[in-house]
């Protein structure tokens, strides 16, 4: 019954900055460990980030340092803020639950670096 959609993707030039949010809209919603995913071009989809309710964070080593996930659990809502980006950074953005992927793919929000 839940649905999430993400948002906030577009063009960036290589050390720009998106922030990318992710909604999810339910009845009794109470969202569990969410993670941002994304998937570039001819590539498998790979987990970015992750935050569990009490804001205990993971991220890939790909962008440690330069990519901060948070969430408003009031709002029912996680983000993705992104600095520094870089070229390898485009890709489309996914956010469901984690480890388990429990919410169908929607379409994601696109997010290109180039100069």
């Known amino acids: 019954q839940v649905q999430v959609v993400e948002s906030g993707g577009g063009l960036a030039q290589p050390g720009g900055s998106l922030t990318l949010s992710c909604a999810a809209s339910g009845s009794d919603l109470r969202l569990g460990v969410m993670g941002w995913y994304r998937q570039a071009p001819g590539k498998q989809r790979e987990l970015v980030a992750s935050?569990?309710?009490?804001?205990?964070?993971t991220y890939a080593d790909s962008v440690q340092g330069r990519f901060t996930i948070s969430r408003d659990n009031s709002k029912n809502t996680v983000y993705l803020q992104m600095n520094s980006l870089k070229p390898e950074d485009t890709a489309v953005y996914y956010c469901n639950t984690f480890p388990g992927t429990t919410y169908s793919w929607g379409q994601g929000t696109q997010v290109t670096v180039s100069s």
């Open positions: 935050i569990t309710r009490g804001a205990r964070t």
